[in-house]
């Protein structure tokens, strides 16, 4: 058996006419920037996600920068951020001049552990990133009560946590901002780059879509030193489409991570705490040997990825931080042992069963 780690296929093609109908339509009203179709999904995905304000942008790094740029983040500032992320969330932070300020996982959930935090603010603590990784939502409500105690701003990294809800708030509305990355292989993914800003901050939603469009909210004038980051009208038309199905696909994804969580059973192979609030963005296993699991499994059919190989203080980009191996054990230990198995729409209880078996057997 041949087993992909993700499957675009088995998503596009049952709604293949409804996304060539989009195309049709964006090309022939021969507006490709800031139309109909942006407006349309801003509309939607701030509803979906229990927002006042989306605005669009072109990738995911793009609104976690664009974000901290309109809450006036930079030179000397200090922002508070996982150890354990991809490597987006920090550069988003180095963008702006401020520093990041590494805080480490809880191992069972393998995201910012909120106990850590507050030994980590400092005087020149301005924010608190939080990352949803894997599509499971940090413990906010421990979050934001630190944040009011010390009159911090909160960003959410909600990038593999489309419609991820907690005590009835979704990802991207428990903060200031929420950032969105839809880049293909997302829950809800474009057929291209795009991201978008989630917040219920009608000032700072019209500074970031000012700061995207260079810095410009009438044309030729400019109050700011922004860039280019618009969501471009194909883009924004697709999304919309795929958004009717999300909660579809989300719980797709539920029940093939409850069929992992029942089935995996090997002393070899450690699986993150359940909850019923992930929307399975990422599956991840943690084992010693992970390299040799990966290879077995390739072997077998199954193919893997790793999130992440390299924690980001030890990355080259990283290297003025002067940070040695041994100055985030637990971001180092989940780069070490965490593997990605497939799970993905689409996926048959054959395939399912076939990747637990393989573990099981390992």
């Not at 996982?82 to 988003?92: C, D, H, R």
């Not at 959410?156 to 509305?173: S, T």
Request: charged share 25%.
């Amino acid at each position: 058996m041949n087993i992909k780690y993700t499957d675009f296929e088995r998503m596009h093609k049952p709604i293949e006419k409804e996304l060539e109908q989009c195309y049709k339509e964006v090309f022939n009203s021969q507006w490709f920037i800031q139309g109909r179709k942006l407006e349309q999904f801003e509309r939607e995905f701030a509803e979906y996600c229990q927002t006042d304000y989306c605005v669009g942008v072109g990738n995911g790094l793009d609104a976690l920068r664009l974000i901290l740029q309109a809450c006036d983040i930079g030179e000397g500032d200090e922002v508070i951020v996982p150890s354990n992320t991809f490597i987006a969330t920090v550069l988003a932070i180095s963008y702006t001049g401020a520093s990041p300020v590494f805080v480490e996982p809880d191992i069972s959930t393998l995201l910012i552990n909120p106990d850590l935090i507050e030994e980590k603010i400092t005087s020149r603590t301005k924010g608190i990133m939080v990352v949803h990784l894997y599509g499971r939502i940090a413990q906010m409500e421990k979050i934001m009560d630190i944040a009011k105690k010390h009159k911090l701003k909160v960003f959410e990294d909600c990038a593999q946590a489309h419609g991820a809800i907690r005590n009835g708030i979704k990802a991207g509305a428990w903060g200031d901002a929420g950032a969105f990355s839809f880049y293909p292989g997302k829950n809800l993914g474009a057929l291209g780059d795009a991201g978008a800003v989630t917040t219920n901050n009608k000032e700072l939603a019209e500074k970031v879509r000012a700061l995207g469009n260079y810095g410009s909210r009438i044309k030729y004038k400019h109050e700011y030193k922004g860039v280019n980051s618009r969501l471009d009208e194909l883009q924004a038309g697709f999304l919309s489409v795929k958004l009717k199905y999300l909660d579809k696909w989300t719980q797709e994804r539920k029940e093939i991570a409850d069929k992992y969580y029942k089935g995996i059973n090997n002393e070899k192979i450690k699986l993150p705490s359940y909850t019923k609030e992930n929307v399975y963005h990422i599956f991840p296993v943690l084992a010693d040997n992970r390299n040799q699991l990966q290879k077995y499994l390739e072997e077998k059919g199954i193919h893997c990825l790793i999130h992440y190989p390299t924690a980001i203080h030890l990355q080259e980009a990283y290297r003025d931080m002067g940070l040695k191996r041994g100055a985030y054990p637990l971001a180092e230990r989940i780069c070490d042992t965490e593997l990605s198995i497939p799970l993905y729409p689409g996926m048959t209880d054959g395939e399912i069963q076939y990747v637990i078996d393989a573990i099981n057997e390992y």
